[in-house]
């Protein structure tokens, strides 16, 4: 069974930053990619950015780019993070972790964290 943990949300003043984690745990599975997804008052659920494993490489929305990072834990490779630079008000949000996994006999389902608050203030 497969079990998603996500931390470091908070309250932070605009300009400054926070670095999200997300650990995919269990046994008998594989992670293909860690995407981190958020969801604002009012709005749709929208991609932030995604790590994709094989070959390794990110994706990012538009208005993240040049601002968020998102990296893998380079001793545990099912923990990803996602830095978060110069943050704005429109960045408040709960954000999501998704990890694409792998399971023999079942294919690639997508799991999801519960969410945690990230909220900048003026």
């Known amino acids: 069974q497969v079990q998603v943990v996500e931390s470091g949300g908070g309250l932070v003043q605009v300009g400054g930053s926070l670095r999200l984690s997300c650990a995919a745990s269990?046994?008998?599975?594989?992670?293909?990619?860690i995407n981190w997804y958020r969801q604002a008052p009012g709005k749709r659920r929208e991609m932030v950015a995604g790590?994709?494993?094989?070959?390794?490489?990110?994706?990012y929305g538009d208005s993240m780019q040049g601002r968020f990072t998102i990296s893998r834990d380079n001793a545990q490779k099912n923990t990803a993070y996602l830095q978060m630079n110069n943050l704005e008000p429109e960045d408040t949000a709960v954000y999501y972790c998704n990890p694409v996994i792998l399971e023999p006999g079942s294919g690639l389902k997508y799991y999801w964290g519960p969410g945690t608050q990230v909220t900048v203030s003026s």
């Open positions: 790590l994709y494993f094989s070959p390794e490489h990110a994706v």
């Open positions: 269990g046994s008998g599975f594989s992670v293909n990619a």
